[in-house]
């Protein structure tokens, strides 16, 4: 009988050690999400609300508060734009149509090419999605001026 019990209580020694060990190991870390990169798809809307959601949300979230679903897949994070008139001296449609045409990137980096911004220069896209142009300009200003009017009071 005693054979048994000594098993037992050495098993049970094992597992407490075991779950022990597993506690204090240090979690694995997780892969970061995979970012999809998906072309602009032509639009016929110049309208700047409809644009924004089309081509900004995904990163600055519907409202333009930073919190898009693919943020989180980012290394830096996505500014408020509902906030970018207090932090541009409240030059905020000169200021977006700018970071519209050139497009972003930190500013510790030296930029290498366009495949490196945090934010894409949107000119050549939004010219590229019609004959005319001038309508992708249209289009850039109209996103900013949308910009401009979420902002935070």
Not at 30 to 40: F, K, M, Q, R, Y
Not at 55 to 82: F, I, M, N, Q, W
């Amino acid at each position: 009988m005693r054979k048994p019990l000594t098993f037992i209580a050495i098993v049970l020694a094992f597992a407490a050690l075991a779950a022990n060990v597993a506690a204090q190991s240090p979690p694995r870390p997780s892969a970061p999400p995979t970012i999809v990169v998906i072309n602009a798809h032509p639009t016929t809307s110049i309208d700047g609300a409809t644009l924004f959601q089309a081509y900004c949300s995904s990163c600055h979230g519907p409202a333009g508060k930073g919190d898009g679903p693919a943020a989180r897949a980012l290394t830096e994070p996505v500014p408020d734009l509902t906030k970018y008139s207090l932090t541009h001296d409240g030059d905020c449609l000169r200021s977006v149509l700018a970071e519209l045409q050139t497009g972003h990137r930190r500013p510790t980096e030296a930029k290498v090419s366009e495949k490196d911004l945090d934010m894409p220069n949107w000119a050549p896209i939004f010219t590229s999605m019609s004959r005319d142009r001038t309508m992708g300009y249209l289009r850039l200003s109209n996103v900013a001026r949308h910009v401009a009017t979420i902002q935070a009071k």
